[in-house]
């Protein structure tokens, strides 16, 4: 885990020594233009992919990482082999521009060679295919992990021994009622079974019953908790009279409430895509114990979402276990949240008089 970094003469003129908040796991760059709060987001993210190229034309003198295993690694301009000493930090960087992605496509030529031909896409159908495929794998891999337990089922209950008593069934059968209308709710998965009221003679069966349910919806509870923090986190926001649905045959599509009319999803405002494409990297597109850099995430943003943006990274990273660095100009971004600030024009200063 990075625990600061230490910049000398970025620019040939700033020094910074920059503390991580390792309690909320949230620390947020703010600072007048120039001071280099994106510069320092792209530092990290290119100095953890090894891009020495990026150094190469990068005005600075030395930076050093510090980790919470007391390593630090120190990079001076022009170095080069400091790069082999990076520990597998993993870090993900969101950038400024979100609402259009480049993609490469292969074009085919006279002489049948091919060539890459970049094309630009609207990010938010891109996403809203991508969390289809995501249900599509998911659902595949329960149908084979039923299709492996119903095979076996028969054999498994002869020589079940373990009974499950009424109390822990009803328990243990309510959550389960309460997986499956979730998921059927999503259009995810799977139709409700009844099974008969609780009774001694079929306690055993009950018991391999449940087993095997819970086992087939195991699988889900991922996907299923980010889906019902997107889903939950876009719904506070009140897009203009707007509700999103979350489908297997479209991933996220979104209506209009009144009339139940599906909405392109570059209908939605610039704001709208910003808060849907932001929420969907962050929950669909990062692995836990990433380093999430953020850049200026209240572009086009409601200041209202903005005020809420801190909280819901709070939300995010309890149940993706992962930290944010953000730089920002807005103080409504940042809220109630100073402490977790660090200002480069103060922190420019302190150095100097250090």
Not at 211 to 226: F, G, H, P, V
């Amino acid at each position: 885990m990075l625990e600061s970094i230490t910049i000398k003469k970025l620019f040939g003129l700033f020094d910074y020594h920059i503390k991580f908040d390792m309690v909320e796991n949230i620390t947020i760059l703010t600072g007048p233009n120039g001071y280099g709060k994106t510069t320092i987001l792209n530092i990290i993210y290119h100095f953890f992919n090894r891009n020495s190229e990026y150094f190469q034309k990068l005005n600075f003198a030395s930076i050093t990482f510090y980790f919470q295993n007391q390593k630090t690694v120190e990079l001076k301009k022009g170095e080069h082999n400091v790069f082999d000493d990076i520990l597998q930090t993993k870090v993900y960087l969101i950038k400024e521009q979100r609402l259009i992605k480049p993609v490469l496509e292969n074009i085919e030529t006279d002489d049948k060679s091919g060539k890459n031909k970049k094309t630009f896409l609207n990010t938010i159908e891109l996403y809203a295919e991508e969390l289809k495929k995501l249900i599509e794998e998911k659902q595949l891999e329960a149908y084979q992990i039923a299709q492996k337990l119903d095979s076996s089922f028969p054999k498994r209950l002869i020589e079940a021994k373990t009974v499950v008593d009424e109390p822990i069934f009803k328990k243990r059968f309510a959550e389960l009622k309460d997986k499956q209308s979730k998921l059927q709710q999503f259009g995810i998965a799977t139709s409700a079974q009844e099974i008969p009221d609780y009774n001694v003679e079929s306690a055993k069966v009950l018991s391999v019953y449940l087993n095997d349910s819970e086992e087939k919806l195991k699988i889900y509870d991922d996907l299923l908790a980010k889906i019902e923090l997107f889903v939950n986190i876009i719904n506070q926001k009140d897009f203009a009279f707007k509700s999103i649905k979350i489908s297997s045959d479209k991933g996220f599509s979104f209506y209009q409430n009144k009339q139940q009319q599906e909405l392109s999803l570059t209908d939605l405002s610039s704001g709208e895509q910003q808060e849907v494409v932001l929420l969907y990297e962050l929950l669909f597109k990062t692995t836990p114990n990433t380093l999430i850099l953020i850049d200026e995430p209240e572009i086009s943003l409601h200041v209202l979402w903005q005020k809420a943006f801190i909280d819901d990274l709070q939300k995010i990273a309890a149940i993706k276990k992962i930290n944010f660095l953000v730089s920002t100009h807005s103080p409504q971004i940042i809220n109630n949240h100073w402490d977790l600030t660090r200002d480069l024009y103060d922190l420019s200063k302190t150095d100097e008089n250090e």
